[in-house]
Nanobody, 116 residues
Framework: QVQLVESGGGLVQPGGSLRLSCAAS????????MGWYRQAPGAQREFLAS???????TYADSVKGRFTISRENGGITSSLQMNNLKPDDTAAYYC??????????WGQGTQVTVSS
């Protein structure tokens, strides 16, 4: 089992920045890729970015150039640096880990609110 805990959400003004972090514990050696998703009220969960074990990154077009994903601490922590935030970025943000045997794990989410 892998446990994921997100942190770093909060209230920010339009144009501001936030950095989200996701800390993994448990069977961390089984993790291949880590990623970030978000879900606004009434909407489906949306892919934002992912980073593979070799450092390869993938971004959704909606956040390309504004968000940067990274992995630290030997790959057991993932961060999402979010710049130039907009009100449409308001959502609950979730960390996801893909592990061996096609197992998928999710964190409980952290709320990001962009408002003046």
């Amino acid at each position: 089992q892998v446990q994921l805990v997100e942190s770093g959400g909060g209230l920010v003004q339009p144009g501001g920045s936030l950095r989200l972090s996701c800390a993994a514990s448990g069977w961390v050696n089984s993790i291949s890729a880590m990623g970030w998703y978000r879900q606004a009220p009434g909407a489906q969960r949306e892919f934002l970015a992912s980073v593979a074990r070799d450092g390869t990154t993938t971004y959704a077009d909606s956040v390309k150039g504004r968000f940067t994903i990274s992995r630290e601490n030997g790959g057991i922590t993932s961060s999402l640096q979010m710049n130039n935030l907009k009100p449409d970025d308001t959502a609950a943000y979730y960390c996801k880990a893909e592990a061996a045997a096609q197992r998928t794990y999710w964190g409980q989410g952290t709320q990001v609110t962009v408002s003046s």
